[in-house]
C-alpha cells in the first residue's frame, strides 16, 4: 500500500486562495494603468500560459475523468482551433471590427470547429473504450495535424505568422473562469450525473435509462469546444503556431495534468495546470536537471498518490456553491448531496 | 388488458438454442418468478426484455406497444426496470447520488438550464432529490445516503439496486436474484419490502429467484424454465408437485 498524503485541510482554503490571487493579478494589472509595473512580461507570459493549461485540463477532464473516456488527442482539438480562430482573425483584422467584438467571435468560432471535429471524432469511435478508444483519439490527433501541415492555409511546416496579439491577462481571465464555471455546472447536473454514470458502469447507466452514445458524444463535443478555445486564446498569444506546438506531447502534457489533479475533479485539474505550468520555470535555477528533477517530481506523485491530488473530491464543493447562489433559500441543496428538509 | 405481452421470443447464441419460443402474459399488480436450473435461460430472457439482447424471433409488448428491438435506454423510459444478478451499482457515487441518475431522464431541464442554473434546474434539483431521499427512506438507506455506494453491506446494496430502479418509475420491475447472497433474515425482509413496494408503487414483477421458500411464498404464479423452454406454469402448490419440474432439478426419470 502506497502512503497517503492528507490534503483535506488544504482543500478548505483553496478557493478563496485561488479568487484572491486572481483578484491580485487584477489589482496588478489595474495599478499598471497608472504606471507601476509590478508583475513583467515574463511573469504574465506564465500566468497567461497557466490559465490556457487550466481550461485545457479542465475540458479534457469532461472526457478523461468525469466520462471516463481516455482521449489522447486533445491537443488535436486545439490545434483546430488555434488554426481557424488565428486564420479568421488575421482574415478580419483588416475589417474595422473592434478588437472586443471580433476577438470572442474568432475565439467562438475556433471552438464551434474544433466542437464539430470533436464529433465526428466521437460518432465513429465511442463502441470503442479503454485503450482502444485511446489509440483510436490518438490516431485523430495526429491526423489533425498532419492535415494541418498539408494544407496551404495554415502555411504547412512553416506555421503561420502574424497573428494579431489580442490575447491578454483580462482576456485569459474571463474565458478561463468562463469555462471552469461552465464546465463545472455541467458537472453538478443532471447531464453531469448521466456522464459520470457512463464511467460508473455503462451497462447499468443503459438500463437506467442513460442514453449513453448521445452522452458519450456530448462530453466529446463540449470537451472540444473548450480546448479549441483554449487553442485560440493560445494562437493570438504566440502571435505564431505551427504544427509542432499541438503534437502528440501536446495531449500527454494535458492529459498529465487530469490525472496528477484527479480524474474526476475539477480543482484539481486547475491545481495541476498551475502546478505542473510553474514548476518548470521555478525549476529554471537547475539548468540542466530542471526536466529531471520535473519528472521525478511526477513519478513520487504518482508513486504515493495514485488517484491524483484530490482523487474525485472537489476542493471545497461547499463553498464554491454559496458562492454561485448566495440566496440559500431558492437553493435545492441538492450537488452537495445534503436532503432538503420536509 | 395485460401489462407486459411476450409472444414466442427466441434467441441462440452460437449454436446454442438459448430460448425458444417463450411467451408471457403479465397483468397489472402481478407478482410472477421465474425458476429453473442454472442456465435454463432466466438471465437471458430478462435481458431481452431490456433491450440488452434482441430477440430473433417473437414480440415483445408493453401495453400494446411493441418495445423490441429497442435499445435499453429507450425501454426504461418505456416503463421496464430491472436489477442485476451480479450488483451493478455505481459503485464510487454515493447511495443518494445513484438513486439520482435513474432519474435522469424525468430530471426534465436541458443544458441551458444546467448551464445557467434556471430556476428550471433549481426546481427540478430540488424534485429529483426529494423523490431520490423518499425511495431512500422506504428502502430503509436514508441514513447512508452520503456514503459510497461500494462500503454498503451487501444486502443494502442490493436494496439500493432495487430503490434505483424505482427511481424511473416503472410499471414493470424485473428482479434478477433479488435474494441472492442474503441471510434468511435479510431474505425474510426483503420479502415484506418486495410485497410493499408492490403495492405502494401500483407495480407488477417478475423475479429470477433460487431461494425455492422466498419465490413459493412471495410469487402468485411461477414459471420454470428449462434448456431455454418453459416447462411448467402455475401457482407454487401446482409447482411444487409437477414431475417436469422435479425431473429438471433433480434429475430424477419421469413416472
Known sequence: MAMKIDVSGLKKYLLPAGLAFLLLINLFLVLEFFGVEVIDRYVKGILILMQINIILAVSLNLINGVTGMLSLGHAGFMAVGAYVSAILSIFLSKSNLPEVLLFPLVLCAGGLAAAFIGMLIGVPTLRLRGDYLAIATLGFGEIIRVVILNLDITKGARGLPGIPNYTNLWWVELFMVLSVLVIWNIIKSNHGRALVSIRENEIAAEAMGVHTTYYKVSAFVIGAFFAGLAGGLFAHYLGYISPKSFDFMKSIEILLMVVLGGLGSLTGSVIAAIVLTGLPELLRFLQSYRMVIYSLTLVLLMLYRQEGLFGRDEASAELLRKWLTPRKKNHPGGEAGEPTES | ?255
Open chain 2, 1 to 255: 388488458m395485460s401489462l407486459l405481452k411476450v409472444e414466442e421470443i427466441s434467441i441462440s447464441f452460437g449454436g446454442l438454442r438459448a430460448v425458444s419460443n417463450f411467451s408471457l402474459d403479465l397483468g397489472a399488480q402481478e407478482l410472477v418468478g421465474l425458476i429453473g436450473p442454472n442456465g435454463a435461460g432466466k438471465t437471458t430472457i430478462f435481458n431481452m426484455l431490456t433491450g440488452v439482447y434482441h430477440p430473433e424471433a417473437g414480440n415483445i409488448m408493453l401495453n400494446g406497444r411493441s418495445v423490441t428491438g429497442m435499445p435499453p435506454y429507450k425501454i426504461n423510459r418505456m416503463g421496464i426496470a430491472r436489477t442485476f444478478q451480479n450488483i451493478r451499482l455505481f459503485n464510487d457515487l454515493s447511495v443518494l447520488d445513484n438513486v439520482k441518475i435513474a432519474y435522469q431522464y424525468l430530471g426534465g431541464y436541458s443544458w441551458r438550464d444546467a448551464i445557467f442554473r434556471s430556476k428550471r434546474y433549481r426546481r427540478k434539483e430540488k424534485e429529483i432529490t426529494e423523490w431520490a431521499m423518499e425511495l431512500l427512506s422506504i428502502f430503509g438507506l436514508a441514513e447512508n445516503r452520503n456514503e459510497l455506494a461500494r462500503n454498503l453491506p451487501y444486502g443494502a446494496q442490493r436494496r439500493l439496486e432495487i430503490a434505483r430502479a424505482l427511481a424511473a418509475k416503472p410499471k414493470l420491475l424485473l428482479l434478477d436474484e433479488p435474494a441472492a447472497g442474503m441471510n434468511p433474515q435479510e431474505t425474510m425482509d426483503l420479502m415484506s419490502l418486495v410485497k410493499k413496494v408492490r403495492a405502494e408503487f401500483d407495480l407488477t414483477i417478475l423475479l429470477i429467484e433460487h431461494d425455492m421458500s422466498f419465490v413459493m411464498n412471495l410469487c402468485e404464479r411461477i414459471i420454470v424454465l428449462d434448456y431455454g423452454q418453459t416447462i411448467a406454469e402455475g401457482a407454487p402448490d401446482e409447482i411444487k408437485s409437477n414431475p417436469r419440474v422435479i425431473q429438471a432439478y433433480l434429475g430424477g426419470e419421469v413416472s
